[in-house]
């Protein structure tokens, strides 16, 4: 089993940046990729940003390609997702993931979350 703990949540202003670490123990993740996904109030999951297993490979949705940057330390178990020029409707609960399928756009996520970090982007 795997268990994941995000941090590095917190109140931000609008244009301000914050960086999330997620730590997972249990078991080595350095052999799978890694993702971040966000939930909204009253929104469905999205999807972030996915790392390949050795860093080499990144990839994110539109609206965050260009502020968003998710990079790992597999030594430390651990996978970061540092967040430039934050929008007010970028306000959500920010979860990790692994142990699911990289896609060349995409990620399909496993049942492995953790619980969650909040960002509250003020405008």
């Known amino acids: 089993q795997v268990q994941l703990v995000e941090s590095g949540g917190g109140l931000v202003q609008a244009g301000g940046s914050l960086r999330l670490s997620c730590t997972a123990s249990g078991r080595s993740v350095s052999s799978y990729a890694m993702a971040w996904f966000r939930q909204a109030p009253g929104k469905g999951r999205e999807f972030v940003a996915v790392?390949?297993?050795?860093?080499?490979?990144?990839s994110y949705p539109d609206s965050v390609k260009g502020r968003f940057t998710i990079s790992r330390e597999n030594a430390k178990n651990t996978v970061y997702l540092q967040m430039n020029s934050l929008e007010p409707e970028e306000t959500a609960v920010y979860y990790c993931?692994?142990?699911?399928?990289?896609?060349?756009?995409?990620?399909?996520?496993?049942?492995?979350w953790g619980q969650g970090t909040q960002v509250t982007v003020s405008s």
């Open positions: 790392i390949n297993w050795s860093g080499q490979s990144t």
């Open positions: 993931n692994t142990g699911g399928r990289q896609l060349s756009n995409g990620y399909v996520p496993s049942h492995y």
